[in-house]
């Protein structure tokens, strides 16, 4: 009875796991929709709705004395406000990199992300990385490496995308607060500069939604519901599977960005970019291959 419902959790788990990052990895067929609305609007929305929803969920959820309390803590509310700040500027940015062609350096930054993680757990988590964890890292400085000597240039966005949100999930890994009452308080706290920005800055065609179709209001508030959704099924298989088996879905994403951008958005795959990717794609395969061996090493040791 107990491996039935083991395995019944496990399939759920995984599951809400691809769910999520499928989600996530068509994202911006949704912002594509609102490609004539600037960036920092569809981030007034984002935040506008993603609080309305959050706070519906919360209350639903029963979670409204955990809100309290983190509402009531100077000290955590501070800390808040920095990863409140770092998820801002994540959204953003990968809001500005889709609806201006630049869905692949999106995609990019996506794949570097679990690799920074790693090298921000050795800098500021005094882990250790392995050999082929180093090796990993270091391919994937490599393959940055690339863009600058063939292109001149750093892959800004895809650094700043995979930066903000590697030390947005370092900075909340050290927090322990739940992830919804967590985001709720985020959005709050992002909320009332949103509305001051709109009310009082924000000077477009679209700004006043008494004036907009219904089809474009409704595209709007749907910001709430694509910010909101996949971190459901994100935390529901996060709760029925471990860490690292949750990590293997994590390239989804980037991957079904990937081909958005090259099948439908036509964007340019250049050879330094290709390399790039090529150099990316072994890092992870590498990383990938080292985290299972670990996993059954730890397994025979315990068993």
Not at 109 to 133: C, D, H, K, T
Not at 143 to 171: K, N, R
């Amino acid at each position: 009875m107990t491996n039935q419902i083991d395995n019944h959790s496990s399939r759920s788990g995984i599951a809400n796991a691809i769910a999520a990052y499928v989600m996530w990895g068509v994202a911006p067929l949704y912002f594509k929709l609102l490609s004539d609305v600037v960036a920092s609007e569809i981030l007034v929305h984002r935040v506008v709705w993603s609080s309305a929803f959050l706070l519906v969920i919360v209350i639903a959820m029963k979670k409204t004395p955990a809100l309290i309390a983190i509402l009531t803590n100077k000290a955590l509310l501070l800390k808040l406000t920095i990863t409140a700040s770092i998820l801002a500027t994540n959204w953003f940015m990968f809001i500005w990199a889709v609806n201006n062609d630049h869905l692949l350096d999106a995609s990019l930054g996506y794949y570097i992300n679990p690799l920074l993680n790693v090298a921000l757990g050795m800098i500021f988590l005094s882990e250790r990385l392995r050999r082929w964890q180093g090796i990993a890292v270091g391919l994937a400085i490599a393959g940055v490496m690339i863009q600058v000597v063939l292109l001149g240039t750093l892959p800004i966005i895809s650094l700043a995308l995979a930066g903000t949100f590697a030390i947005y999930g370092l900075l909340r890994k050290k927090l322990h607060v739940d992830s919804f009452v967590g985001l709720l308080v985020e959005s709050l706290l992002m909320l009332p500069i949103a509305l001051i920005f709109w009310s009082v800055f924000l000077s477009s065609p679209t700004a006043n939604m008494f004036e907009n179709s219904t089809n474009l209001n409704i595209t709007l508030i749907m910001a709430g519901i694509v910010t909101t959704a996949p971190l459901l099924c994100f935390t529901a298989a996060a709760k029925r599977l471990t860490l690292a088996a949750l990590g293997f879905f994590q390239y989804i994403g980037p991957s079904i960005m990937f081909i958005l951008a090259i099948a439908l958005y036509d964007e340019p795959l250049i050879p330094a970019k290709l390399a790039t990717f090529g150099l990316i794609w072994t890092a992870l395969v590498i990383f990938s291959v080292d985290s299972i061996r670990a996993r059954q090493k730890i397994k025979k040791a315990t068993s």
